[in-house]
């Protein structure tokens, strides 16, 4: 009898020890690792498809921050992207901010050029000027399975993935 409580004893404290392991390891996930803080900014874009929260936010290709929410905006029919910022990096009001791949399987990330006009993107204001990533699975499920009969049925595609690549395939 002994024997058989000092094993359920022994049993539990383990899995309290992994279960605290467990909450250890999460907390350092979502950890501020930014020393001097941050800020939270928004950037609004037509869809963050590819995109979750705890991926990275780059600017010049270096890591300032990261995805800490992603709602939708149904006031002005876009979706939000929630970016935490390390307090030392400037980001300007003319900022353009965009999605971009990691690798061909790997995570994406927000890329974001600072701008300069020399007003300041506040805590809790929205980068307007983005770029959303293009769905390249439906572009190549198109051309693979005979649906992109002109050039104008890829402009189409292109401007309803965003407006801004319409100028790029012309």
Do not use: C
Request: glycine share 12%; net charge positive; no cysteine.
């Amino acid at each position: 009898m002994k024997k058989i409580s000092k094993n359920i004893i022994v049993k539990a404290m383990m899995i309290i020890g992994f279960l605290g392991l467990g909450h250890v390891g999460g907390k350092l996930i979502h950890f501020d690792f930014f020393s001097g803080g941050s800020y939270q900014i928004y950037a609004r874009f037509e869809s963050v498809a590819g995109l979750e929260i705890g991926y990275p936010v780059k600017m010049l290709g270096l890591k300032i921050g990261r995805v800490t929410g992603l709602r939708m905006d149904q006031e002005n029919q876009a979706a939000l992207a929630e970016l935490k910022i390390d307090k030392k990096i400037t980001v300007y009001e003319d900022a353009f901010a965009s999605i971009k791949m990691l690798g061909l399987i790997g995570s994406n990330y927000v890329s974001i050029d600072p701008g300069g006009s020399g007003d300041i993107l506040k805590s809790g204001e929205t980068i307007l000027e983005t770029e959303s990533l293009i769905d390249i699975g439906e572009l190549i499920g198109r051309y693979t399975f005979g649906r992109m009969d002109k050039k104008n049925e890829l402009v189409r595609l292109a401007h309803t993935q965003n407006s801004k690549i319409k100028n790029w395939v012309e």
